[in-house]
């Protein structure tokens, strides 16, 4: 069945580091992909998605490529802020429903 | 801002006792969701909901019931809220914006704590 899989956390990276959350698919056919961020004590906010293959999401400084030959959407941001402190998701829909990677934390520490 | 709110914010209860949590959208978008969140399981379904009266059931629905009489509302009931059920709780919002594709918005979350 359709399903992603994103990697493991937590992720500790200084102010101003690259960074790089993998997250692989499975799917039939080529849908669209998402990441929501979630801020601490907040619900899921729609952070970026690409809607076909070789489609750049991006937002807030953040993008990821839907990369259909490696079933890849990986997200990344050259220089990462405190303020990006959060748990990131990426999600896959699929009929009336979405399915969501376990989540990554990240800290950003000053 | 997708227009969701969820009550109560935060319920502690005991064993035993329903409970029912209220989602709440201004939008009258068709397809309603709600979802459990624990470490290290990310989201996932209870029941969702594809217009009023119309539900079906998620990926972990046992102990979970859920009506919707209005389309603004989703209520979610435990009917005898276990240890196991204590989670935090969101609702979602499928948003359709020009093509086909579906986009998912979050209400701010209900922490729901059994005793």
């Known amino acids: 069945g359709d399903s992603v899989t994103q990697m493991e956390g937590p992720v500790t990276l200084s102010e101003e580091a690259f960074l790089t959350i993998n997250c692989t698919y499975t799917?039939?056919?080529?849908?669209?992909l998402f990441w929501y961020v979630q801020y601490p004590g907040e619900g899921l906010q729609l952070l970026l998605k690409?809607?076909?293959?070789?489609d750049k999401g991006s937002n807030k400084g953040f993008e990821a490529t839907y990369r259909k030959e490696t079933t890849s959407f990986h997200l990344e941001k050259g220089s990462v802020q405190v303020s990006d402190s959060a748990v990131y998701f990426c999600?896959?829909?699929?009929?009336?429903?979405?399915?969501f990677g376990t989540g990554t934390s990240l800290t950003v520490i000053p | 801002d997708a227009g969701i709110t969820q009550s109560p914010r935060h319920k502690v209860t005991e064993t035993g006792t329903p409970v029912t949590l209220r989602c709440h959208q201004t939008?009258?978008?068709?397809?309603m969701y709600w979802y459990r969140q624990d470490p290290g399981h990310g989201l996932r379904l209870i029941h969702y909901?594809?217009?009023?009266?119309?539900?079906d059931k998620g990926e972990v629905s046992d102990g979970y019931s859920v009506s919707r009489s209005k389309t603004e509302d989703f209520l979610l009931t435990l009917e005898s809220a276990t240890s196991s059920q204590t989670s935090v709780y969101f609702c979602?919002?499928?948003?359709?914006?020009?093509?086909?594709?579906?986009?998912?918005?979050f209400g701010p979350g209900t922490r729901l704590t059994v005793l």
């Open positions: 690409a809607t076909k293959a070789d």
């Open positions: 909901s594809y217009g009023v009266k119309d539900t």
């Open positions: 939008e009258n978008h068709r397809y």
């Open positions: 979602a919002i499928s948003v359709r914006a020009g093509g086909s594709t579906d986009t998912q918005y």
């Open positions: 999600a896959l829909p699929t009929g009336n429903q979405f399915y």
């Open positions: 799917a039939t056919g080529y849908p669209s």
